[in-house]
């Protein structure tokens, strides 16, 4: 159990999760995992969240950005299909 205390916080530990089973139950190589977000998301304002923005004013002047985002538009499975992912 993980408790948290804001929305963004359960954004950051859902990362963690995703990349922590990429790296033990998939066996993606160390520090190569890749997680899909929608282009037009919201849910905060720490690092993570900024590098997954498509909002410039949510991540102008703020890089670098968090590695291994990947950022599809919305609601478009053939682009979730040509990301290789």
Do not use: H
Request: proline fraction near 7%.
């Amino acid at each position: 159990m993980n408790f948290i205390s804001s929305g963004v916080e359960g954004g950051e530990t859902a990362c963690k999760l995703a990349r922590k089973w990429a790296y033990t139950v998939k066996g993606v190589p160390k520090y190569k995992a890749q997680i899909v977000f929608a282009a037009g998301n919201f849910w905060g304002r720490t690092m993570s969240a900024i590098s997954s923005s498509t909002d410039p004013s949510s991540y102008e002047g703020f890089g670098p950005f968090m590695p291994g985002f990947k950022i599809i538009p919305y609601n478009d499975l053939p682009a979730l299909e040509v990301s290789g992912l």
